[in-house]
């Protein structure tokens, strides 16, 4: 069977791509089922498209699980949702010998639960040394909260005298968010068919390219992340220039 595996242009892969993996609530809707089955049937195509990102050698993915404004939803969804990403945790820890991949998680930790925060430094300091792809979980993650973290680790070094407002450039801003050192996403997907950011990211995207695709998470598929990067390959890139 043919794959648009075969159509990507390796020479112009994305180094980091990041997504918003929505529409679980609406999978489980279509089938009468409580929203939190949507998010655990969300669960398997994060581990398929985590695992075709590092075959294909993808260096950097992001993705969006839980953000600042989901606190909102009920407290049995966020319990459903907490309760997922344990288990997902110590599936990872279970196998940590046989897995490649480096995880990491994005996102302000002090409102997770203790044992939630006590598994990230784990499973943080067991994949660490992993050869192959870094896995970014944004959790308790919004992006003008990741700027306003920041700003304060930069206004602390001009209260203490260390810096100068005058001195404070573009990479002193984006060394001091989550992301840190590494790149910013040269593709963003957003799955379900919103088109919206919703406070995904908003320093690191100034120029990354966005595919909006209409499939719900749940039935996203290693095929669907293979057509969205041939589509991002297609795009003409200007950065402003002509
Ligand atoms: C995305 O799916 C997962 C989270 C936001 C945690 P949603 O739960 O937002 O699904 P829809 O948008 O209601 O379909
Ligand atoms: C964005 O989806 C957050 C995640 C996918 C984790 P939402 O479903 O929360 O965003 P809105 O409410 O549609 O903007
Ligand atoms: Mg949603």
Wanted: charged share 35%; net charge negative.
């Amino acid at each position: 069977m043919s794959s648009l595996k075969d159509e990507i242009d390796m020479q112009n892969l994305p180094v980091h791509i990041a997504i918003i993996m929505d529409g679980n609530g609406r999978w489980a809707k279509k089938r009468f089922l409580p929203r939190k089955l949507g998010h655990k049937a969300g669960a398997d195509p994060l581990e398929n498209i985590t695992k075709a990102a590092d075959k294909l050698g993808v260096k950097h993915l992001t993705v969006y699980a839980f953000s600042t404004e989901n606190w909102k939803r009920s407290d049995e969804e966020v319990k459903g949702i907490m309760d997922l990403l344990r288990n997902y945790l110590d599936r990872y820890v279970a196998k940590a010998d046989k897995e490649d991949i480096k995880i990491d998680i994005i996102g302000e930790r002090s409102r997770l639960d203790q044992d939630i925060q006590e598994k990230i430094k784990l499973i943080e300091s067991i994949s660490a040394d992993k050869p192959g792809l870094n896995l970014h979980i944004a959790l308790n993650y919004g992006g003008r909260d990741d700027l306003l973290r920041g700003f304060k680790k930069i206004a602390g070094r001009i209260e203490d005298g260390s810096l100068r407002a005058e001195d404070i450039t573009e990479e002193m801003i984006s060394e001091n968010l989550d992301t840190g050192f590494y790149p910013d996403p040269e593709l963003v997907i957003r799955t379900s068919g919103e088109e919206r950011i919703s406070n995904f990211m908003l320093w690191q995207i100034a120029y990354s390219e966005f595919v909006f695709n209409s499939k719900l998470w749940p039935d996203y598929t290693e095929e669907d992340l293979y057509g969205d990067i041939c589509y991002y390959q297609n795009r003409d890139r200007r950065f402003g220039g002509r």
